[in-house]
């Protein structure tokens, strides 16, 4: 496991003034510069040209990562809307028949998951998942025109394929251009790109479910989804024109442009490589140990866990979130509309949680905090399933929902921040993806048609599922702790019998 180093890399010359930083390195291991393939021994910037960087990062890297997210949750997502436009009846399938293909699409994701990390690396993160886009988006165009169980199974299943690496692959990019101090941050506004999907999708259906009644040859839903397929080719077509593919190589794939100038291209670069040593090599292709010793390591899988306890009840919620409000007394389009809050509430927690946690450098206490209040909120929502009060319970709903959000991408973060290498952060970031749809899969079963329509059952197994990972994050903060201060017992011996160890001098995990 990768941990935070004690003290970071000292300059041999110091710096020309108080806020210029210094790259510096020998020739022997320095990287070729991106811009004319000299060689970079000593490189030296101001606060104020980083600052520069990192804000074209900000406005050209990450948006167009997170506009991807955006549409891949929307295509994901708006059958939970088309479910109170008469769906099942329209395609002509039961209740637990669409619970069947919502887990054939996450098992999709699930078994395709390393091999499309593997292919990732292969050809490259910006066609790999630039061509997702688009194939996912083709996949939610046509998925307007099923018809019967086998093919809505079928969409289903190939939704999945097509979605499948994009997640990993989209952080995997975010980790190449970001620090590790600003990852925390870049990840949870990554992942507001799912929270305003879910904030905006019931405004959406709102808006375009009505067009089945004033263009009656096709149905509200499928012009749904027709429309928001549509976005997602748009999306592709500006990911495969402007993403770079990394500070070694940060010219987009087609357009003939500079993002950067090439001072920048080189201090993009460079600060990288002072952050993190293994920022040096531009190509990480992944070997059989990589993925072996990844999964050997006992502590990517706590926060495995984490993510399917935290997934499986936002599964399950955010797939019937819209049936559940109409069934509170609420007609289809003001269901449609109302479920879109607790999206709104999810962008406000990931943003706050993600700031503060790059702010104070803690991610543990920060997941941990976040699972009680969903799990206070689960325990108040399940209470009340029974009141006849409509607005109680859809306002415990929404808080439910809005608050299982920001864990988990404070939760990813923890999970990078503790990898050794590029390769093995690809894998865990892989498995942790693959964890958060094992988790919808089992979200996809929990809320059945003999349970209905107030899920007793259901709605016990979401909140026992919910304590389950909120102990399991304090226990994995616990460990870390614990493995700090052996750490440090071990180094003060070593230091006292006037050993020095280098891999343990500037080993420690993120807590």
């Known amino acids: 496991m990768t941990s935070v ?5 000292v300059p041999s010359d110091p710096p020309a003034s108080l806020d210029e930083k210094s790259f510096v390195g020998d020739e022997s291991s320095a990287t070729p510069s991106p811009n004319n393939g000299s060689v970079i021994s000593e490189l030296t910037w101001t606060d104020a040209e980083e600052r520069a960087v990192v804000r074209k990062i900000d406005f050209v890297v990450l948006p167009l990562l997170f506009f991807g997210f955006y549409v891949f949750q929307l295509e994901r997502g708006n059958i939970s809307n088309a479910l109170t436009d008469g769906f099942l009846k329209s395609v002509g399938i039961t209740q637990d028949q669409f619970n069947t293909g919502q887990a054939l699409l996450y098992l999709g994701i699930i078994l395709l998951e390393i091999p499309s990390n593997y292919m990732l690396q292969l050809v490259g993160p910006r066609i790999w998942i630039s061509f997702q886009v688009l194939a996912f988006g083709l996949v939610g165009t046509l998925q307007a025109f099923q018809k019967g169980y086998g093919g809505y199974l079928a969409t289903r299943i190939m939704l999945g394929v097509t979605e499948c690496g994009y997640i990993p692959g989209a952080l995997f990019i975010i980790s190449t251009f970001y620090k590790r101090s600003e990852l925390a941050t870049r990840n949870a506004i990554f992942f ?19 067009l089945g009644a004033r263009y009656p040859h096709l149905k509200g839903w499928q012009y749904l989804m027709i429309i928001e397929g549509c976005m997602a080719m748009f999306i592709a077509i500006l990911l495969i024109m402007l993403l770079p ?4 190589i940060p010219k987009p794939l087609i357009l003939p442009i500079r993002l950067w100038t090439p001072r920048q291209e080189e201090i993009l670069l460079a600060r990288m490589v002072k952050d993190d040593e293994v920022n040096k090599k531009s190509n990480h292709r992944l070997a059989i140990k990589d993925i072996t010793g990844t999964l050997s390591n006992w502590r990517v899988w706590p926060h495995v866990l984490i993510a399917i306890c935290l997934i499986s009840q936002t599964g399950a919620l955010g797939t019937y979130g819209p049936t559940l409000i109409k069934g509170f007394n609420f007609d289809t389009l003001t269901a449609n509309a109302l479920s879109s809050v607790a999206g709104w509430i999810g962008l406000v927690t990931t943003a706050s949680f993600g700031f503060f946690s790059d702010r104070t450098r803690i991610r543990g206490p920060v997941v941990v905090t976040g699972l009680a209040l969903v799990w206070a909120f689960w325990v108040a929502f399940q209470q009340k399933s029974l009141s006849t009060d409509r607005w109680l319970k859809y306002g415990l709903q929404i808080m439910v929902q809005g608050f299982s959000i920001p864990s988990h991408p404070i939760n ?15 894998v865990a970031m892989a498995l942790f993806i693959m964890a958060a749809n094992s988790g919808a899969l089992v979200g996809s079963q929990l809320l059945r048609g003999d349970d ?21 994050a304090i226990l ?14 071990r180094q003060q011996g070593q230091e006292e019998s006037g050993e020095y160890v280098e891999t343990v001098s500037k080993w420690r995990y993120t807590i």
């Open 5 to 9: 180093p004690y003290s970071q890399h």
């Open 192 to 210: 507001i790109g799912n929270g305003l999907a879910s904030a905006t999708t019931g405004l959406l259906a709102y808006g375009i479910l009505p």
């Open 245 to 248: 593919a990394s500070p070694h």
């Open 412 to 426: 990813a973060t923890w999970l990078s921040l503790n990898c050794r290498s590029p390769q093995e952060r690809s």
């Open 452 to 472: 209905a329509p107030l899920y007793k059952r259901g709605f016990k197994v979401c909140l026992c599922l919910i304590s389950l990972g909120f102990l399991v």
């Open 476 to 489: 994995q903060h616990i460990q870390y702790r614990l493995s700090n201060r052996r750490i440090e017992r």
